[in-house]
């Protein structure tokens, strides 16, 4: 590795687990003028001149009472951004074309508020915020996920202008953070399920336990499941009846990548398998998933719906 770029990596980056947070010291703030500082600089060499070519006591003194203004202004600047602790979140799972939002908590240990503060990841969303004397705030940070897969937070670049605007005092962060991004969802008819068992059972075996009339006793049964009323209502002709329960049939419905059209892309696809896990979790249905490197056995449940999407999002990656 270069010297130039051990220099920027020990400038910039900032190599954590993801949690650790992160105090801006003296080596991670650079200020320079803004451009109403610049012409803030211009306006004060005109008076000078002014001053000096007439001899005007109250123009030099003017003069360096907004020059002293400015340098104080430049100060301050530099202190709303000196000694702030940032703690990287955890970002949560988004769908392919939404945007993630990756929390950062900012800590301000000082009694003064720190004012006018801007985070961007992307220069077209910055987020403004300020926080208040001996207390923090949760931010989150947008970024467009256009992609399945992993998504990287890049760089950073928390910035503030405060007081006077006339500096521009920045730092830039980058935490080892990342969101999961699932492939877009396509809607889309489900495929055929098909059913799992549906025997009738006698009472006590079954799943769901419905009633399902009567059946003549056999010698295995015993004799708590006899239904003594219906068998007398049969005049005592006969054997003796149990009541028959049916253990409920459930469907199972086997999200296949074979089902899929093979003439689509290959994100296309995943986005028709994403469709069909949502559409079978909202109906409550049994599903597995079967990929050509990964199958997943029939279940439901938020987890069970979670651990499909990651599998999908992470394919062939």
Known sequence: MSLLARFKQSLFRWRSDGTDPLRLGQRRIFIVPS????????????????????????????????????????????????GLVITPGRCEPVFAGQTALFPITLDNDRNTPRLALELAAQA???????????????????????????????????????????FTAWAYLQPEMRCLVYPQPISSPLPASSPSHAESMPYGEG????????????????????AW??????????????????????????VDWQSTDPTLPEDARLGVLTGWILAAETAGNVYGLRL??????????????????????????
């Open 207 to 226: 799943g769901q336990e419905d009633f399902a009339g009567f059946r003549t006793r056999q010698p295995t049964d015993s004799l708590h499941h006899v």
């Open 35 to 82: 451009r109403g500082g610049l012409l803030f600089a211009l306006a004060l060499v005109v008076m000078l001149l002014g001053a000096i070519n007439y001899n005007l006591a109250l123009g030099h003194a003017l003069v360096f009472l907004l020059a002293g203004l400015g340098i104080t202004g430049m100060i301050h600047t530099f202190r709303n951004l000196y």
């Open 124 to 166: 077209e969303f910055p987020v403004v915020t300020a926080i208040d004397g001996r207390d923090q705030t949760r931010i989150r940070v947008p970024l467009h996920a256009a992609e399945r897969g992993w998504l990287a937070l890049p760089r950073i670049r928390l910035w503030t202008r405060y007081p006077l605007g006339l």
């Open 292 to 317: 050509p490197d990964q199958e997943l056995p029939p279940s439901n449940g938020d987890a069970h719906c979670l651990r499909c999407l990651e599998a999908l999002a992470l394919f062939r990656i």
């Open 229 to 254: 009323k219906a068998s007398a209502r049969n005049g005592g002709e006969g054997s003796l009846l149990v009541k028959k329960f049916a253990s409920g049939t459930q469907e199972e419905l086997i």
